[in-house]
C-alpha cells in the first residue's frame, strides 16, 4: 500500500507541475486535462494493487501446498514374495551358495519399479530375466526369475552335523526406508523340488526390517551418519537328519584306533608288529586330518571333526605307550605283568575313547 500511496504522490506533483507550465490554457482544457490525469492515476493504481495481491496470495498457496504434501508424504509400501525352485552347491568351506527362485513385487499407485532397482545385499544376480509387468486394478505386480550367488559365513564347529541358515537379503539400490518400504508377502514358499544332499531344507519365513549403513557415501555437509534402507531377509534352514555324515567321514579314523587296540593281543616279544600296527593307524589317522581340513573354511574354532580326530590320535599313541611298557616288563622276565598290562589297558583305552567321543558329540566345547 506504501507503494500505491508514493506513486499517487507522483502523479498529483505531475498535474501541479503541468497546470503551472501552461497558465494559458482555457479553463475547460485544463479541467479536461486534470480528469484525465485523474482517470490514468486510479487505473493505475488500480493495476499495481491487484499484481500485488495476486503474488502474495499466489505465494501463500504455493505455501500452503508445500507443506501438505510434506504433511501428506508416505513411503511407498511394496509388497514381496519369493518361489525357491533351486538351491546348489551349498560350500561352507568357500562360504556361497546358488539359488535359484522367482521374485515379485506388488504397489499401488506409484511409477516406480523397485523389480528393476533391487539387489541381493549378501550376493550377486548372476543372471535374471526380463520383468513380466502387469497392472490389476489399482496395483501394479512385477515377476522376474533370478539366479544368484549368495554370499554368507558357515558356522562348522559342529561340522560334520552342522546346521545352517541361508539367509538371502534384498534391499532396494536407489530408495532409501523413506521412500520405500517393503512388506512380506504371505505366498513365499519353497518348491517341493528343492533338495541339498546331506540336509533338510525348510523355509523359516520372511521378515522386513531397516538396515542402517554407518556412512554418508561421501556426501559433504550431510546430516545424517547413517543411511536406512528396507531390507528384507528370506532365512532357509539346512538342518542335518542322521548321523551318516558322522560315519562316511570318520571310519578310516575308527578303523584305525581299532587296528591300534588290536596291537596290544600281540605279545609283547612281537614287538616289530605290535608298533608296526601303531604307525599304519597313525598314518590313516593323519590322512583323515587332511581329508578333514580340505572340507573346511579357516578357522580358529576345534571343529566337531577334528576333536573326533584328535581323540582317534591320542588313543593310538596310548597303545603305543602301553606297548612300550608291555616291552620293557617283557624284557625284564615279567611276562605276566606284560600279558596283564595288555589286557587290562585294551579295555580301559576301549571305553575311554567311546565316553570321549559320547562327550564330543553332545557337548559344544567352543561355546563353553
Excluded at 203 to 228: E, F, I, K, N, W
Excluded at 326 to 347: E, F, K
Amino acid at each position: 500500500m506504501s507503494s500505491c500511496f508514493r506513486y499517487l504522490a507522483s502523479v498529483q506533483h505531475i498535474d501541479i507541475y503541468f497546470l503551472r507550465l501552461r497558465p494559458t490554457f482555457l479553463r475547460g482544457q485544463l479541467i479536461s486535462k486534470k480528469a484525465n490525469f485523474a482517470m490514468l492515476k486510479y487505473l493505475s493504481s488500480a493495476i499495481v494493487a491487484v499484481f500485488l495481491a495476486i503474488m502474495a496470495s499466489g505465494t501463500t498457496m504455493a505455501q500452503t501446498d508445500t507443506s501438505s504434501i510434506s504433511e501428506s508424504s508416505e513411503p511407498l509400501q511394496v509388497a514381496f514374495g519369493a518361489y525357491v525352485l533351486r538351491i546348489s552347491h551349498v560350500s561352507p568351506k568357500e562360504g556361497s551358495a546358488d539359488v535359484d527362485m522367482w521374485v515379485w513385487f506388488r504397489w499401488k499407485n506409484s511409477d516406480l519399479r523397485p523389480d528393476l532397482t533391487f539387489e541381493i545385499a549378501n550376493g550377486v544376480i548372476t543372471s535374471r530375466s526380463e520383468s513380466d509387468f502387469y497392472s490389476v486394478e489399482d496395483y501394479k505386480v512385477a515377476s522376474v526369475r533370478v539366479q544368484a550367488e549368495i554370499f554368507q559365513d558357515f558356522d562348522v564347529n559342529r561340522y560334520p552335523l552342522d546346521n545352517h541358515t541361508i539367509q538371502i537379503k534384498i534391499e532396494d539400490a536407489m530408495m532409501p526406508n523413506d521412500g520405500l518400504v517393503f512388506t512380506a508377502d504371505e505366498d513365499s514358499a519353497l518348491d517341493q523340488g528343492v533338495n541339498v544332499a546331506g540336509w533338510a531344507v525348510a523355509l523359516q519365513g520372511v521378515t522386513v526390517a531397516p538396515y542402517v549403513y554407518q556412512t554418508d557415501y561421501g556426501l559433504l555437509g550431510s546430516d545424517t551418519a547413517g543411511s536406512p534402507y528396507s531390507r528384507i531377509d528370506m532365512s532357509i534352514s539346512l538342518d542335518r537328519q542322521s548321523y551318516g555324515p558322522l560315519f562316511k567321514s570318520y571310519w578310516i579314523s575308527g578303523l584305525a584306533v581299532i587296528l591300534a587296540l588290536m596291537s596290544l593281543l600281540l605279545s609283547a616279544t612281537e614287538s616289530s608288529a605290535r608298533f608296526g600296527m601303531a604307525l599304519g593307524a597313525i598314518f590313516a589317522a593323519s590322512a583323515n586330518a587332511i581329508n578333514i581340513y580340505s572340507q573346511l573354511p579357516p578357522t580358529t574354532a576345534i571343529t566337531l571333526a577334528e576333536q573326533v580326530n584328535l581323540i582317534a590320535v591320542g588313543i593310538i599313541f596310548s597303545c603305543v605307550f602301553v606297548s612300550l611298557f608291555s616291552t620293557r616288563l617283557m624284557n625284564t622276565g615279567r611276562p605276566s605283568s606284560s600279558q596283564r598290562l595288555d589286557r587290562v589297558a585294551m579295555g580301559i583305552i576301549g571305553v575311554v575313547y567311546i565316553a570321549l567321543n559320547f562327550v564330543a558329540l553332545s557337548v559344544d566345547i567352543n561355546a563353553l
